[in-house]
Structure formats: structure tokens, C-alpha cells
């Protein structure tokens, strides 16, 4: 008399209501992989049923009808069983049966217990692994001369890995990429082809350099934050660039902002040398302020206490040199004609230091 079935899974004991009753023994067909110990609560019986095989558990007086399972996998190939469930059947009081008929084997249930099964499968419509223990080992594929590294790996509980030192790997799909965890590239990521997408819900690690080929845009919350259009472009849709926890460029929508937090500094730098330099101090330009039309081009100053020549250090001639002497009863001239590419001419009465300053 048929029972029921029951499902199992490694480590995670469980029981069966079975009749106490009116029967001699209960037979139990054990069509998975896993090692199974089998109690009749209060009935005096305790035995091991073996994967693939189906045993008599007799019921004997004090059996209260609840039949306590507790299962585990010692088999390294459990997932090639065709189930992970227990099968049982009531023998009467008055059936032939008898114990001295059991265990027997379920056929082609037992055929490479205890082996790693190794065969080259070149189709197949569906792999099914169920009630394993997490890292069970689902394809696994070595390749040749590649020692004991694992090109390819992929376990029950959704650990997959693509390629190994030797082999890189890489993964080509033509849609979408959708990941929920970290996404990890411990060396250069290449994401291109026309309607390539990839989608991280939470983190995009690359440890090397990310390449995207065409435009680009990083949503937040569904809104586009910062997109590229794949020409040189990249537009901020809050207009505020942050750096290092603070903000380095803000455009308020009139001005745009350079924010250096602390004691920083902005540099202009060109051909590797600084040009301009803007701190808490203020402005500073290595080369001096240049203006393209009207405005002042050069300017340098200096003192001299004779009369002569004095070279002025600019880039031409001088449109204009003023004199100042130290003392307010000297006098001093200087005149226009005697401006040259190098040098100005300057005359005072006494031996004091003048000052001067020439630009042009």
C-alpha cells in the first residue's frame, strides 16, 4: 500500500506519519543521492537507508507512526540521481514479503555512486541540481596542460567563474547585462558594440581601465546624472563635479565655480610647467601678465644711482618709464627718444638711488 512521497535535503532532518497499525513494516525507497538514517520513533528500530536502495523498517509495538529522517551527502555525485525523494509503501499483515527480501537496489539509480562522473556532453536540455550543499560543484572544466586551474566553474549556489591565468575568458552577450551584486574586473574592461548595455544595482569595480565605445550615461534613482555623447562631451545634470567627499566644480546655472577645499591650490600647467597658480595667497603667473591689444604686455622695475643707461629687461621697447629717487631734492629726467629694445636713458643731479619702473 502506497504512502507517499517525501522530499529531503542534505542536513535538514525531518519525518514521515506513517501507520502503526494494522501493518508489519514499512518499505522506504531512498531515489536520491544522500545517505539517509532512519528511526521508528519508540519502535526500536534504527538503521541506514543507502542512496539508491529500498530497505524494510518493521513496525514493532511502542511504534508511535512518526518515522524520523535524517539526511546527509556523502556521495561526491548526488546531483546525478534522479530525485532527492523518499518513497514509501505500507506491507500488510497478511502480505508474503519479508524482511529477509530487503535492501535491494532501485535499477540505474546506483550505477557510479561514490565516483566524479567525467564524460564529454555534447547536448542536453536541462542540468538539475537540487537540495545540495552551497558550493557543489555544477560544470567544471579544465583545460588542457592548464594543470589543476578551472577555466570555467559554476556551483550551486550561483558562484560562476570565467577563466583563469592562462586563460583570460571573456563574456559576450547581445543584450543586456544585468548585475545586483559588485561587478569586478581585476583587469581592463571593454564594453562597445551598438546596443551594448550594462547594468549595475549596486557597484562596478574595475581594476584596470573601463573602456565604453560611444555614449555613455550613470542614472541615479532612474535619473540621469552624467552623460557622455561619445564626442569629447560630458554633461553634469546638477552642474556640480565632486572630488574627494567636496565639490571641485559647481555651475549655478550663471556662474561656474572651481572649489578648492583647505589649503589647496588650482594650477594651470602647460608642456608640464606651471603657468598660473591660484591659492589663498591669491593669483600668481610664472611668466608675468600678458595683454593682446591696449593693455600692458611687460613690466619690470629696478634703481640705479648715476646717469646712463640702464637695460630694462622687457620684451621691447618702452612705452613709458616713470623715475622716483629715494631723496625729494633730487631731480631726474628721462626721455621717450631714448627708449630702445634693451635699454632707456636716464639723467639725475646727485648721486642718489632712483627708482624705475618701465612697461610697455
Known amino acids: ?9 542534505a542536513n535538514t532532518n525531518t519525518s514521515f ?82 524482511a529477509s527480501m530487503y535492501p535491494i537496489a532501485l535499477p540505474s539509480r546506483n550505477t557510479n555512486i561514490g565516483n566524479t562522473v567525467s564524460s564529454s556532453v555534447t547536448s542536453t536540455n536541462s542540468i538539475d ?33 570565467l577563466g583563469d591565468t592562462a586563460n583570460k575568458g571573456s563574456l559576450t ?39 565604453i565605445d560611444g555614449a555613455t550615461t550613470l542614472d541615479s534613482g532612474g535619473t ?12 553634469l545634470a546638477n552642474g556640480i563635479l565632486n572630488g574627494r567627499g567636496s565639490n571641485i566644480l559647481n555651475y549655478t546655472g550663471t556662474n561656474t565655480h572651481v572649489i578648492v577645499p583647505g589649503a589647496g591650490a588650482v594650477t594651470l600647467d602647460v608642456n608640464g610647467s606651471t603657468v598660473v597658480t591660484v591659492d589663498s595667497t ?4 610664472a611668466t608675468g601678465i600678458n595683454f593682446n ?26 612705452a613709458a618709464v616713470i623715475l622716483c629717487p629715494d631723496s625729494g631734492s633730487s631731480t631726474w629726467t628721462v626721455g621717450a627718444s631714448s627708449y630702445t629694445s634693451t635699454q632707456f636713458t636716464g639723467t639725475i643731479n646727485s648721486a642718489l638711488t632712483t627708482r624705475w619702473l618701465a612697461y610697455r
Open 282 to 285: 591669491g593669483l600668481s603667473i
Open 224 to 235: 540621469s546624472q552624467i552623460t557622455t555623447d561619445g564626442n569629447g562631451q560630458l554633461n
Open 129 to 161: 541540481n537540487e537540495a545540495n550543499p552551497a558550493a557543489t560543484s555544477i560544470i567544471k572544466s579544465i583545460v588542457s596542460g592548464d594543470g589543476a586551474n578551472q577555466a570555467v566553474s559554476l556551483t550551486n549556489d550561483a558562484v560562476m567563474v
Open 1 to 9: 500500500m502506497s504512502l507517499g512521497t517525501l522530499a529531503i535535503a
Open 17 to 98: 506519519d506513517a501507520p502503526n497499525q494494522g501493518v508489519k513494516a514499512i518499505l522506504i525507497g531512498n531515489e536520491s543521492g544522500l545517505t539517509v538514517t532512519i528511526a521508528m520513533e519508540s519502535g526500536g528500530v534504527q538503521k541506514t537507508l543507502y542512496p539508491g536502495t529500498v530497505d524494510w523498517f518493521d513496525v514493532r509495538k511502542g511504534f508511535t507512526g512518526n518515522v524520523k529522517i535524517s539526511p546527509v551527502a556523502i556521495l561526491n555525485n548526488v546531483s546525478t540521481f534522479p530525485s532527492s525523494t523518499l518513497i514509501f509503501d505500507a506491507i500488510g499483515l497478511n502480505d508474503s514479503e519479508q
Open 173 to 211: 552577450t547581445a543584450g543586456p547585462v544585468t548585475v545586483g551584486g559588485t561587478l569586478t574586473s581585476t583587469g581592463d574592461a571593454t564594453f562597445n558594440g551598438a546596443g551594448t548595455s550594462v547594468e549595475c544595482t549596486n557597484n562596478l569595480d574595475v581594476g584596470g581601465t573601463a573602456t
Open 293 to 318: 591689444v591696449g593693455r600692458i604686455k611687460d613690466i619690470n622695475n629696478g634703481t640705479f644711482a648715476a646717469s646712463g643707461t640702464i637695460n630694462h629687461g622687457l620684451s621691447g621697447a618702452p
